[in-house]
Each structure stands twice: as C-alpha cells, then as structure tokens.
C-alpha cells in the first residue's frame, strides 16, 4: 500500500465507525470526538497550513494516541485531496495523490523498548512514514526541546507539528487545539486535534480500525514511557485464584472487537490476540521480572485517571 491507498483506508475506517448505529454511549461520544477532531483538521489546520509541502510534520512514538491521531489524519489527508480533485477540471482519478510520504518525527529520548521501536518501524511502512529519528546518543541526553530544534534544523520548511496529546494527560489541562509552542521551546505551531478525546474513546476506535498495535498494550501496559520506567498497569494484574475478592476488570469493548472493521476479510489483520506487532525477545524478560504475574490487556482500562499508573516515578 503507497500514501494513497493507506490514506483511503483511513479515510474508510473512519467512515464506518462514523455509520456505525451500535448505540453505546461509548461509540456514540467517539463518533462526536472524530467529527470534532476531523472539523480542527480540515477546517482550521489543513486551510491555514499546507499538508503536502512539508509544512506540517507528524510526531511519532508508536504510541496508541497518536496512532488514532495519524489514522484520522490520513483519512483527512485523503479527503483534502479528493475534495480539492473534484473542483478540479480534471477528472480526480487522472490525478496523482500529491505526496509518497508523511514527514514524521520521533525523539528517541529514553531507553525504549525494543517491541516498541519495532512496531515504529512496521508502522513506518505500513502508513509510508518518511520517519526522522533523533540521534540515539544525543538524543537520550538532551532536552526533548532541544531535539527538535535539531530537527528543525534539517526541516527548516516546518511550520506547524501535529501532537497525539490529550487533556487528561500531565499539564494537557490547558492546551489548546492549535497554538505556539512556549518560549522554551523552538518557534513552530502545535496542532493538537486529540485534547478531548478520552482514554475510552481511543480504544473504541482504534480497536475497531482493526489496524495493528503495539503488543505491549496486549500485555497490560497502558501508556509506554522508557524501559526504566515503565511496568505494566497494576490495576490490569491478573491475581491468583486464591484471591477470591478480585474481579476480573470488565471489556467495554467486546462488540467493536467482534465488529471490527473488514473483519473477516483480512485474515493477516488478525489482530486481537495474536498482535501483528509482537512482544520482542528482549521485553519477554520484563513480564517475567514481574514475578510471573499476568495482565489483562491494555484495553480493559477505561479510567483516564489510571492511565499512568504503570509509571514509574523517575
Ligand atoms: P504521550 O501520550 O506519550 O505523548 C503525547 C504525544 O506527544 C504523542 O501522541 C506524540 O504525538 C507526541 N510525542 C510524545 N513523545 C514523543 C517522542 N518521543 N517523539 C515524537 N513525538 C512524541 N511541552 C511544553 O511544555 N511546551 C511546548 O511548547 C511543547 N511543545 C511540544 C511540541 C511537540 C511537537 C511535542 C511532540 C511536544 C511538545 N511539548 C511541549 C511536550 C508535550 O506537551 C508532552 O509533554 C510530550 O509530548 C510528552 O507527552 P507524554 O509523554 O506526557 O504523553
Ligand atoms: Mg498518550
Ligand atoms: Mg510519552
């Protein structure tokens, strides 16, 4: 699949999520946080900011935020295109989608997971992700400020970064959908389409899209910071039999699962248990190192407070 193709297959997922009539309160507020998210993109960003000159670059950690941000943006991305195709004189499919690849970024600051750099690096290819890296060894020791002032150094072009950031997240309280970055930081605009979605709502949807995970949210984590760090959510732990008292945590999310999008139809997408992004050999250890204890999936924390509790303080 090139830029194009993968873009129109966002652009469905998203579509069909938005027809879907299964009415849970869950579903029916994802639906209003995509409109809303879709309204920030193509009527706010993509009218003031050119998506296909390199003024907008995408950041990137493999995370599931700004996953469900990169799908929605494509779906945009295709929409914009197929939108300004149609005003054209000439019939849109004689046109060329005009780009091959996303600029992204990704500041390898901490010592990260394997697992996690590998699904960076599928997911690179899956969404055609002309991915720039931070400098490992510069990278771990500098500011994450600093790091993109290196890469606006190489990318002088970019004038706005879109941000998978959410308002339950530390110090997201008072962001913004759109503005400029603080004085500490290098001069660009942040463009933050997600704040209001809530942790909920990007299960909903991203389980739904049927597209891969990293496989550390299979294995209980539920927000993926360095190696050092980070544990699987304790709240996600499954205790032993002996513990009578403890309820397995309830899936909110069974029918998006069941329903998800092509389901059936792509037997390689296959994703819910056997992950396509699968646990690296190197992470196997940390499960184990937690004392053989098992976790439900990531998924089944729906409670945006609990979200860091497999956070470490550093
Ligand atoms: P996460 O959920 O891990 O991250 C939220 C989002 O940030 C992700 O979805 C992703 O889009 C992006 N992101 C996080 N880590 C990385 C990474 N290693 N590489 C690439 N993208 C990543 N803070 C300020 O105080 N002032 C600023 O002006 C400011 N500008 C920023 C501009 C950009 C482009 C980015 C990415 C961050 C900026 N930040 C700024 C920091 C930001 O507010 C978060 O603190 C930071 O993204 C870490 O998020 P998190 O780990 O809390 O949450
Ligand atoms: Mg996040
Ligand atoms: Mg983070």
């Not at 469905?12 to 209003?32: C, G």
């Not at 960003?45 to 935020?65: A, H, L, M, Q, V």
């Not at 500098?142 to 706005?160: H, N, V």
């Not at 913004?176 to 949807?205: C, E, G, M, V, Y």
Request: a neutral charge; charged letters at 25%.
């Amino acid at each position: 699949m090139g830029l194009s193709e993968v873009s129109e297959l966002c652009y469905k997922i998203t579509e069909s999520y938005l027809k879907l009539n299964h009415e849970t309160s869950i579903i029916i507020e994802t639906q209003n946080a995509i409109r809303l998210t879709r309204h920030y993109l193509l009527d706010d960003i993509f009218t003031r900011w050119s998506p296909i000159n390199g003024e907008i670059s995408f950041s990137y950690n493999g995370g599931k935020d700004c996953q469900v941000l990169l799908l929605l943006y494509l779906s945009c991305l295709w929409e914009f295109f197929i939108v300004n195709a149609k005003r054209s004189q000439f019939e849109a499919k004689y046109q060329k989608f005009p780009m091959e690849q996303l600029p992204t970024v990704f500041i390898d600051q901490d010592e990260t997971f394997t697992t996690l750099e590998n699904f960076i690096l599928e997911t690179s290819k899956r969404y055609n992700l002309s991915l720039y890296e931070s400098k490992k060894e510069v990278g771990r020791n500098q500011s994450m400020a600093d790091a993109f002032r290196d890469f606006l150094k190489i990318y002088p072009e970019t004038k706005a970064i879109a941000i998978g950031v959410r308002s339950t997240d530390p110090y997201g309280e008072l962001l913004k959908p759109i503005q400029k970055t603080d004085s500490n930081w290098p001069n660009f605009t942040r463009l933050q389409p997600l704040l209001h979605w809530k942790l909920a709502n990007i299960w909903s949807f991203l389980l739904f899209s049927n597209e891969p995970i990293c496989a550390l949210y299979v294995h209980g984590f539920t927000s993926i910071g360095g190696i050092k760090n980070t544990i699987p959510n304790p709240y996600l732990a499954v205790q032993n039999k002996e513990n009578k008292e403890n309820k397995a945590p309830k899936l909110y999310f069974e029918w998006e699962i069941k329903n998800s999008f092509n389901n059936g139809e792509s037997p390689t997408n296959k994703r819910i248990g056997t992950s396509v992004s699968y646990l690296d050999k190197a992470d196997e250890k940390i499960s184990i190192g937690l004392g053989q204890t098992k976790f439900f999936p990531g998924w089944y924390l729906i409670d945006d407070a609990l979200e860091r509790a497999g956070r470490l303080k550093k």
